[in-house]
């Protein structure tokens, strides 16, 4: 406990040091004047007196300084000068000062902004106790290279009676689900999760129970929990909705509980209520998610090891079901983070780079700044400053103007932040919303600030220590400039700076072409003047084909008589609308690609008229007719694709095709291709069924209008003709298909938007940074220019001498940065699949750009230059 | 900082200062710096003469160890001083130092007469 006495003891020190050197001094005085005194009364005059006084005493000064120093606070009486010291300077040159913190402020602000949406997404402790020995038991599909795979139920109770790792396992699906409470329904998400499911997670319900175990058999399963959104919207909150009965696509559910808000399981969109998941016995339909939580001081790589066995075993077991099939735990942060993972590691690696820049252009600036301070410095050191102590203070320096930099950034990153939020939100990323500013967030900007300042301190002290400071002195003020060595280092600087910016400038390059290529891409079908009205058909009223086929030849039939319409089809999934479902399929007399497995497409369902309506090309044979019909026989429209994959170099017209059910159907037409998952993805083989011919109950319907002119004031007008044919029928979804299409695009133009942004603020950085050295050189050369012109040389001699410094540079910088985008780019296929990493045409026209901006930054320096009138330049000294 | 480290030239045998210090304080009770000076130059019949000015660096060092305690009272003249006092730390450490002290000049002794 001494030593903690003694701390006090020092801090006391601290505070009081004002009273401190007073009560030395007096102390010093009375010792020097006693003595003084003796002296007198042994006969010396008063001035002998003093002068053997303080001889003996010694030097008073030095002394006084020793006691003080003896205490330990000498670093931070240094660093407070230093502080104040800096400041004064700083506000003395308000330019530099602003320009230096506002740069830093961007950089660091953007860093700060994803560093908090990565903070709120991925390193905030879920919400849910032993959150870290939470984990999703995914399958893997080692033939189709897929490691997050659904399960089949079967395999989900194997695995959970198998494996010893695991304290509870629970299995969910996500579904959309009508709900109606008698007078309003709504599509909305739900959850279909085993019973343990909300216990596995440790949440209670805030009213009411969770599911029973009996409640997993199919006739004891028409209960339902409800989430805290949904409850407090539709029932407001009230604690009277137990035993209350909510209509669950078309079923009553009795209400058994409700969740606290925030509770969340699906990571696509937030569910809205929660039902019991029936038991379905087909190994072979893998439609699960399997959650699981670790027992205490079970690693993630031993649970790994013991699921793999597990799998494995189940795979020789049922062979045909689960061939191939392995086990991936992924911890549950991860797994709900999903694939925004990577795009928030990508976008911080963005903003590290313009970070990068941002200090390289303050270190740049300060470079030119110490220049003209070196003759300070010299001062400084002749007065007995050692070279630590003037590094200390260059250090202070730099780090005073990061933390300046770091507190503006808060501010830019706060608004930064609250932009991604906004702009990602459709994109309904979990616990994105929740970003703010939290005590890690907050961490992170401090640690950045330091690193930064003693990043360009380092760089600074590095060009400092290189000059013999007392040669400065000894110089005129003309020459007193920094070494080659700093000349070298600034150049340095600015060619980094440039490569880096370039690499920014392709990434932009190579995503925005991707965009353009996805706009010029034709969909396949002719978006303008296009509505789709999306239906869901309850699946019990609508079981028989008989009564859905009555309902779309009614519902067709109304929507065509509304006013303004040209003609109106069904179709199952709208092209770009990315959920058709692949089927396998076998083909009489050809033998299928490979044992058990069959050849597969997607499968759509349209109507008479599907082609004609959505302005799809027919390139041979017909498509659906009127006189398709139950009574006819069962036909298909195939697109091109389909036709080049399944019948290559052959007329697919009239050809057969059988599916499971062992249904045969006949090749009638061949439609062209439309882009089915975005228009960055080729067109896939597509089979189109036929709506009026019997087929398996299909949910979903679009209704797709072609109109004379603006579609979107038809909408209610075709909406309520269609639920004049069955009231029933409720509409989840209307939209332009202008609208389809301008979606499809938004995902990879909030990206390429995104580092659009982030390279501009680049190319601007490094130009500013460019202009400054070019700039810098032609102050110092102004002499050396006068000269050369009072000899003779032509203005366009000086002129091409400093603009070549300036793109020397950036050539030198396109290069190395030429080499780091080849390999950087490549990264960005995990934001948007279909670009082009490396395109030649897209790197040749980034570094044109960059040269181009150089060369204006260069430009203005050099103009400068050639203007020096040389009898000005020369009496310069 | 290394300033005056090397400026003032003890004439007492280094490392004893903070031993004199001790000793004289634990003798005298409450002191001044001046008398502490005073006292040691007294007591060692003018052989040992302390730069008085040192006095005060190592007082502090003291202070921080815990060695000795400080008030503020009056002198005999009526002026304002600062009285230090031996503290139970204080104490010890003057035991170390004597022990020490006599292990080393013990030693030099035992040098000496081997000669």
């Known amino acids: 406990m001494n030593w903690l006495r003694e701390v006090a003891r020092r801090l006391r020190m601290l505070m009081h040091r004002r009273q401190f050197d007073a009560d030395l001094e007096e102390e010093m005085r009375l010792h020097l004047e006693l003595r003084q005194q003796e002296h007198l009364e042994s006969g010396m005059t008063a001035d002998s007196a003093r002068a053997a006084a303080r001889r003996r005493f010694g030097n008073v000064t030095a002394l006084r300084e020793k006691s003080h120093m003896a205490w330990g606070w000498g670093w931070f009486e240094h660093l407070v000068q230093d502080v104040r010291y800096c400041l004064r300077m700083l506000r003395k040159s308000p330019g530099f000062t602003a320009a230096a913190v506002l740069t830093l402020a961007l950089g660091i602000g953007a860093n700060t902004a994803i560093f908090s949406t990565i903070d709120a997404v991925l390193l905030r402790q879920l ?3 032993n959150a870290d020995r939470l984990v999703f038991v995914w ?49 909305a998400p739900a959850v279909q999760g085993t019973p343990g499911i909300f216990e596995l997670f440790g949440v209670s319900p805030v009213l009411g129970r969770t599911f029973r175990p009996e409640e997993m058999e199919a006739g004891g399963s028409h209960v339902v929990v409800l989430g805290d959104a949904f409850w407090k919207e539709r029932f407001g909150g009230r604690a009277d909705v137990l035993g209350q009965t909510l209509r669950v696509n078309e079923e009553p559910y009795r209400i058994v509980g409700v969740m606290p808000p925030g509770f969340r399981i699906s990571r696509d969109k937030p569910e809205r209520i929660y039902v019991p998941l029936v038991r379905d016995p087909s190994r072979g339909h893998g439609f699960l998610m399997v959650l699981g939580r670790l027992r205490p001081r079970v690693s993630i790589g031993e649970a790994q090891t013991e699921m793999s066995v597990i799998a494995r075993r189940l795979a020789d077991a049922y062979p045909k079901q689960n061939g191939g099939a392995g086990a991936n735990i992924v911890p549950l942060v991860d797994a709900m983070a999903g694939g925004a993972k990577t795009g928030m590691m990508i976008f911080l690696g963005v903003a590290t780079l313009v970070l990068l820049i941002a200090c390289t252009n303050v270190a740049n ?10 003759k300070e410095m010299a001062v400084r050191a002749a007065l007995g400053a050692g070279r630590r102590r003037i590094l200390q203070q260059l250090l202070t320096e730099s780090t005073v103007l990061a933390l300046g930099g770091g507190v503006a950034g808060l501010l830019v990153s706060s608004w930064m932040a609250r932009a991604l939020v906004a702009s990602l939100r459709q994109f309904n990323v979990p616990r994105l919303a929740d970003t703010h500013t939290d005590a890690l967030v907050l961490g992170f900007t401090l640690v950045v600030s330091l690193v930064t300042g003693i990043f360009f301190g380092a760089v600074l002290g590095f060009s400092a220590g290189s000059s013999k400071l007392n040669d400065v002195l ?5 020459s007193a400039t920094e070494g080659a060595r700093g000349r070298r280092l600034r150049s340095a600087l600015v060619l980094a700076e440039t490569a880096m910016a370039l690499v920014l400038l392709a990434a932009a390059g190579v995503l925005l072409k991707s965009i353009l290529v996805m706009r010029s891409t034709a969909p396949g079908f002719r978006s303008e003047n296009m509505l789709a009205v999306e239906f869901w058909l309850p699946a019990r009223r609508f079981a028989h084909d008989p009564e859905r086929i009555q309902f779309f030849k009614s519902a067709l039939a109304r929507a065509e008589t509304v006013h303004g319409v040209r003609s109106v089809a069904l179709v199952a999934d709208l092209p770009l609308g990315g959920g058709s479902d692949s089927l396998g399929f076998h083909i009489p007399g050809k033998p299928d690609p490979a044992p058990d497995k069959p050849f597969q497409s997607l499968f759509n369902v349209a109507s008479a008229g599907y082609f004609r309506t959505m302005g799809i090309p027919l390139r041979a044979g017909r498509e659906f007719g009127d006189l398709d019909s139950t009574n006819t026989a069962p036909v298909v429209v195939i697109n091109e694709s389909a036709a080049r994959r399944f019948w290559p170099g052959e007329d697919p017209l009239g050809k057969h095709i059988s599916l499971p059910d062992t249904t045969v159907l006949t090749v009638i037409g061949v439609a062209g291709d439309t882009r089915q998952l975005s228009l960055g993805a080729a067109p896939r083989p597509e089979i189109f ?17 072609r109109t004379d002119g603006d579609p979107a004031p038809l909408a209610a007008t075709i909406k309520s003709a269609v639920q004049q044919v069955d009231a029933g029928v409720p509409v989840t979804d209307i939209r332009s298909m202008d609208d389809v299409l301008a979606l499809s695009l938004a995902q990879p133009q909030l990206f390429a938007g995104l580092v659009t942004a982030f390279a501009a ?9 460019l202009y400054g050295v070019v700039s810098y050189t032609v102050a110092q050369r102004t002499h050396e220019m006068g000269i050369r012109v009072a000899l003779g ?3 366009r001699d000086v002129l091409s001498l400093v603009l070549k410094q300036g793109l020397g540079l950036t050539l030198g910088g396109a290069l190395v940065g030429m080499l780091c985008a080849l390999g950087a780019t490549r990264l960005l296929v995990h934001l948007v699949p279909s670009i082009r990493p490396g395109d030649p045409l897209t790197l040749t026209a980034v570094s044109a750009l960059l040269l181009g901006v150089a060369l204006a930054a260069s430009y203005l320096p050099a103009r400068r230059a050639m203007k020096v009138d040389p009898a000005i330049a020369l009496r310069y000294e | 900082m290394s300033r005056g480290d090397d400026l003032h030239r003890d004439e007492i045998p280094p490392g004893t200062l903070y031993l004199l210090i001790l000793r004289t304080l634990a003798r005298s009770g409450e002191m001044h710096g001046y008398e502490i000076a005073n006292s040691i130059q007294r007591i060692s019949d003018d052989v040992l003469q302390v730069e008085e000015g040192s006095l005060y660096p190592a007082l502090q060092r003291m202070l921080i160890k815990g060695w000795v305690s400080a008030k503020w ?16 730390a204080g104490r010890k450490q003057l035991a170390v130092e004597m022990s020490q002290f006599e292990r080393v000049i013990g030693a030099i002794t035992r040098v000496i007469e081997a000669l």
Do not use: C, I
Not at chain 1, 365 to 374: E, N
Not at chain 1, 474 to 478: D, H, I, L, N
Not at chain 1, 690 to 705: D, E, T
Not at chain 1, 761 to 769: D, T
């Open chain 1, 127 to 129: 919400p849910f106790a």
């Open chain 1, 139 to 187: 399958a893997t599909d080692a033939q189709r290279g897929v490691n997050e795979d659904v399960t089949s139920f079967p395999n989900f109770e194997d695995w959970r009676a198998q494996s010893k790792s695991f304290e509870a396992m629970a299995a969910f699906t996500t579904r959309r689900a009508m709900l109606s409470d008698g007078e309003k329904a709504e599509m």
């Open chain 1, 365 to 374: 600036l300060m470079l030119a700044r110490s220049a003209s301070r070196m």
């Open chain 1, 474 to 478: 000894r110089e005129s003020s003309r």
């Open chain 1, 689 to 705: 069924l036929s709506y009026m011919q019997p087929g398996p109950p299909w949910s979903w319907l679009v209704m797709v209008a």
């Open chain 1, 761 to 769: 603020l680049a190319l601007m950085l490094a130009a500013v940074g």
């Open chain 1, 793 to 795: 040389a032509h203005r």
């Open chain 2, 73 to 88: 009272g009056t002198t005999a003249g009526n002026r304002r001083a600062r009285y230090y006092q031996l503290t139970a």
